[in-house]
């Protein structure tokens, strides 16, 4: 079974996961730990959606009583915890005010099935390629269109953004609209019989085989519910697009047998034994493998603890964050996160376009004027300090050291705590080798002009306090002689360098236990409930969130309350 969805161009997809959930009927040998632990939680932001919009559309059930039955518990489903029961009837309500007219919703899904006499060079006789979307038909059957639900405000300019790829020349496009072309009617079974065929859904009608002469594939904003039309073809023109971008990245991925650990490693069975993904035990220094297998990082453990000494923790604002419930009055992105990331960004292009030269406070931006760094565009009121910033940067460039050979941005590493069953990731600002070894540097930016030194550097910045544990060990250093942690604080008024020796008894024991104090409590919780304070004045996910205020609290005023609405087998 192969879903069109899975050749979507994604530099973090993991090649061999990809392959394994086409090919359903694959069985993998046991492994030392359980292949997959889920979260008893849902994890998929618009799961109850879709639950509630089958009953409405396929069962005819009142909006109301749809919710209700989509977020309670069931076999399938665990119930939605309160932030995404928020969400559900918020992205129903618009999903359902973005829905085609004129055309029908249908109760199956468009297969297209390819059986062979004999097993293919993968052990394959039988091929089902479908779509994942909502199927909707005219009433004689001459147009069909895929409508998929997104979670995001959908827009014309962002598909003319820098490195996004023409929807005409989309591998993804090209093989969904082939099923929603040539695909017939089929049952596809339920989750835990996965493996098993699809079958032909009886009774749908004559108009439900007939082959469409026009296919559309449009976008449906569940935050406003605006409609973007990817596609707009007639059969021949995607059986073209088809052969010539569908067909060659679907052979591709079923046969894909590369790894890339990353965050496709937390729900992956083959994780507990993938020879691509590093293995330390107790990094978290916890030992406890009973909890479901997650994901943890520096981000989502400070997320769920808060800052130290700001009492600002919140389980609920990590939950909802994971879940990638969206912020639509961005306010995850204050102009003091955006100069941030665009100030990253130019050093980051700066040099991968310079390789080996050191940068020159000349080489920043004009700082009189906006200017833009990937896909990050700083105001005029925050050029001139950040083109400080990057100016700032020349001073300590890695490039100035003779012995530097490489400088990586943005590299994530992850490694599995197996005495947790954690997936530990870490995204680095910026490796370079230093002769033998990868030296580990964290650049942050701090608009005073005189910052002061961190006090407890590893609680305050916990990114270093991993990065010391990770900088000795085989997960980023086969020959770690020469490791060692940075931190280069850019300012208005110049940089400073603060380097860390991770091979320090004190350090190490400092930094396992800022490590441990972010991650032990999170480890143990599965209730992810929701600690109200001042913080959720500023908190993106306070629009889901809806605690439990006390009468007149002042922590969250009206205009931040939640909106309430009434493939291969073998």
Not at 24 to 49: I, Q, V, W
Not at 231 to 240: D, N, W, Y
Request: net charge neutral; hydrophobic share 35%.
């Amino acid at each position: 079974m192969f879903a069109g969805s899975s050749l979507r161009q994604d530099s973090g997809r993991c090649p061999y996961k990809k392959a394994l959930k086409a090919r359903t009927g694959f069985r993998l040998s046991p492994g030392p730990l359980p292949a997959y632990k889920p979260d008893r939680r849902e994890s998929f932001n618009l799961g109850p959606t879709g639950a509630a919009l089958d009953l409405i559309e396929y069962k005819g059930v009142d909006s109301g009583e749809a919710l209700h039955r989509s977020l309670a518990a069931t076999r399938e489903r665990p119930e939605a915890d309160p932030g995404l029961a928020a969400w559900t009837r918020f992205a129903v309500r618009h999903y359902l005010e973005g829905r085609p007219s004129g055309l029908l919703p249908v109760d199956y899904t468009w297969v297209v099935v390819t059986s062979l006499e004999q097993p293919d060079t993968r052990g394959a006789k039988r091929y089902e390629q479908c779509v994942w979307g909502r199927p909707y038909v005219s009433a004689d059957g001459r147009v069909r269109e895929l409508c998929v639900p997104v979670a995001r405000h959908v827009a014309r300019a962002e598909r003319t953004a820098p490195n996004v790829i023409d929807p005409s020349e989309r591998a993804d496009l090209a093989a969904a609209a082939y099923v929603v072309s040539r695909g017939d009617p089929y049952r596809m079974p339920d989750r835990y019989n996965w493996s098993q065929d699809a079958m032909p859904a009886p009774g749908v009608g004559e108009a439900a085989w007939r082959h469409p002469d026009e296919v559309r594939i449009t976008e449906v904003s569940c935050l406003d519910g605006r409609r973007f039309e990817l596609l707009r073809e007639s059969p021949e023109e995607i059986a073209r697009r088809y052969t010539v971008y569908g067909a060659p990245e679907l052979t591709a991925t079923v046969s894909g047998n590369g790894f890339l650990p990353g965050f496709d490693c937390e729900d992956c069975k083959y994780a507990p034994s993938c020879p691509a993904l590093s293995r330390l035990g107790g990094i978290l220094s916890v030992d406890d493998q009973t909890k479901p297998r997650r994901i943890w990082s520096v981000t989502n453990g400070r997320s769920y603890m808060g800052r130290p000494g700001h009492e600002e923790g919140c389980p609920a604002r990590e939950r909802l964050r994971r879940l990638r419930l969206p912020d639509p009055e961005g306010r995850a992105l204050t102009p003091h996160v955006i100069r941030g990331h665009a100030v990253h960004a130019w050093i980051q292009q700066h040099h991968e376009s310079h390789p080996g030269r050191a940068c020159r406070p000349e080489d920043a931006p004009d700082g009189r004027s906006a200017w833009s760094a990937g896909r990050w565009t700083i105001p005029e009121e925050q050029a001139e300090l950040g083109a400080r910033m990057i100016a700032a940067h020349a001073r300590h460039c890695p490039y100035q050291l003779s012995s530097v050979h490489k400088v990586v941005h943005e590299r994530t590493l992850v490694l599995h705590d197996t005495a947790a069953d954690v997936l530990v990731l870490a995204k680095t600002d910026m490796l370079y080798r230093d002769g033998p070894s990868w030296v580990y540097r964290e650049t942050k930016t701090d608009a005073r002009r005189d910052p002061p030194e961190e006090a407890e550097i590893f609680r305050e910045r916990p990114q270093l306090a991993l990065a010391v544990l990770l900088s000795t060990s085989p997960v980023l250093n086969d020959d770690a002689t020469g490791a060692r942690v940075e931190l280069e604080v850019l300012g208005p008024a110049g940089a400073r360098l603060t380097i860390i020796d991770p091979f320090d008894v004190a350090n190490r024991a400092a930094a396992r236990q800022a490590v441990h104090e972010l991650a032990a409590e999170w480890h143990s919780d599965t209730n992810a409930s929701t600690s109200a304070g001042p913080h959720c004045r500023n908190c993106e996910m306070a629009v889901w969130c809806l605690p439990a205020f006390p009468t007149g609290s002042v922590y969250v005023s009206e205009s931040t309350a939640a909106p309430a609405f009434g493939t291969t087998k073998g």
